[in-house]
């Protein structure tokens, strides 16, 4: 039985970020082609069922709002990482998903709580024991609003620490991945 949402980021989290190698840049998969998972992810959601934890997904897709690629092959881009996650063992519950851009100024796009309110609305567990789980700054600071535990996938070696201090928000756990999460739930750090 689930006692605890997690709401987790998708891009960094459970997918790759996909490289271009030509203009330097990190971004999230624009085309289906371009989805790889992250080492482990279905035996990790697995587990964090196990564990009591509703895996839930809460993700910013502005890329075809900006003209990037098409809202199609986001679609598409979303249901291969279902696909390869339950390909490898694992299952999210339900995703929630944004596909505005800031300049939108829609509730739903991260930092701002619109997601993780549709998540909770659905799926009512009392957010004491919820997590949001991202390796972006607006991930910890939707969760920090919205009055749950944060995990933050990355290192501390980032300008991330200082720029999320001086937002006044700052992780409950630094993770390297949901291996990692799982580890410090199993040594009772929550
Ligand atoms: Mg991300
Ligand atoms: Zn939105």
Redesign the pocket.
Same mark, same amino acid.
Request: with cysteine.
């Given at each position: 039985l689930s006692k605890a949402l997690l709401l987790l980021d998708r891009d960094g989290v459970l997918n790759e970020m996909v490289v271009d190698p030509e203009h330097g840049t990190i971004n999230s998969p624009l085309h289906p082609d371009q989805v790889t998972l992250r080492p482990g992810v279905g035996a990790s959601l697995m587990r964090l069922r196990a564990l009591g934890y509703l895996p839930v997904v809460v993700t910013n897709q502005p890329a075809a709002s900006k003209g990037l690629t098409t809202r199609s092959n986001l679609e598409s881009v979303h249901a291969r990482v279902l696909d390869l996650i339950e390909k490898d063992g694992g299952r999210i519950e339900k995703s929630y998903i =944004?596909?505005?851009r800031s300049e939108?100024a =829609?509730? =739903?796009?991260k930092p701002k709580t619109?997601l993780l309110e549709s998540a909770h609305a659905d799926f009512p567990l009392p957010k004491s024991t919820a997590w949001m789980v991202g390796d972006g700054m607006t991930d910890i600071e939707a969760g920090v609003r919205f009055g749950v535990s944060t995990a933050y996938v990355g290192s501390r070696k980032t300008d991330a620490m200082d720029y999320m201090a001086s937002r006044g928000v700052r992780p409950t756990l630094w993770v390297t991945g949901l291996a990692d999460l799982i580890e410090k739930f199993e040594m009772g750090e929550k």
């Open positions: =944004c596909f505005h939108e =829609c509730a =739903c796009r619109g």
